[in-house]
């Protein structure tokens, strides 16, 4: 079972420093976020070998958002040693929606490699 690791702003850096990294950003009061969170749970293992998950909740990391530009919740971002290369955005995201984003982002990645 992959762990999904729980990003803090002292942590931020080095967790995602490196390798294939999908972000949760997220929040206790946000509705939409706690829907998806068993989901982000269930992708971090079935995708463990492609990349590693990493919870970040805004609340306790404001000044990690404001770097990333995290304006919104739920947002998740697809980082390549530790640069953006994909984000998704929306107040209403779907499981389904999330794996055809993270599925396009990672083929895109897999293309620019080749």
């Given at each position: 079972?992959?762990?999904?690791?729980?990003?803090?702003?002292?942590?931020?850096?080095?967790?995602?420093?490196?390798?294939?990294?999908?972000?949760?950003?997220?929040?206790?009061?946000?509705?939409?976020?706690?829907?998806?969170?068993?989901?982000?749970?269930?992708?971090?293992?079935?995708?463990?070998?492609?990349?590693?998950?990493?919870?970040?909740?805004?609340?306790?990391?404001?000044?990690?958002?404001?770097?990333?530009?995290?304006?919104?919740?739920?947002t998740f971002?697809?980082?390549?040693?530790?640069?953006?290369?994909?984000?998704?955005?929306?107040?209403?995201?779907?499981?389904?929606?999330?794996?055809?984003?993270?599925?396009?982002?990672?083929?895109?990645?897999?293309?620019?490699?080749?």
């Amino acid at each position: 079972m992959a762990a999904v690791s729980e990003a803090t702003r002292e942590n931020f850096d080095e967790l995602v420093e490196s390798g294939t990294t999908l972000v949760d950003v997220w929040g206790p009061d946000c509705q939409p976020c706690l829907a998806l969170e068993p989901h982000v749970v269930k992708l971090a293992d079935a995708r463990a070998d492609q990349l590693k998950v990493v919870k970040l909740e805004a609340p306790k990391a404001r000044r990690v958002c404001i770097k990333l530009g995290v304006h919104g919740l739920p947002t998740f971002l697809l980082l390549q040693d530790g640069e953006e290369v994909a984000r998704l955005s929306a107040s209403t995201i779907s499981p389904r929606e999330l794996n055809d984003w993270l599925d396009k982002s990672l083929e895109e990645m897999r293309e620019e490699v080749s």
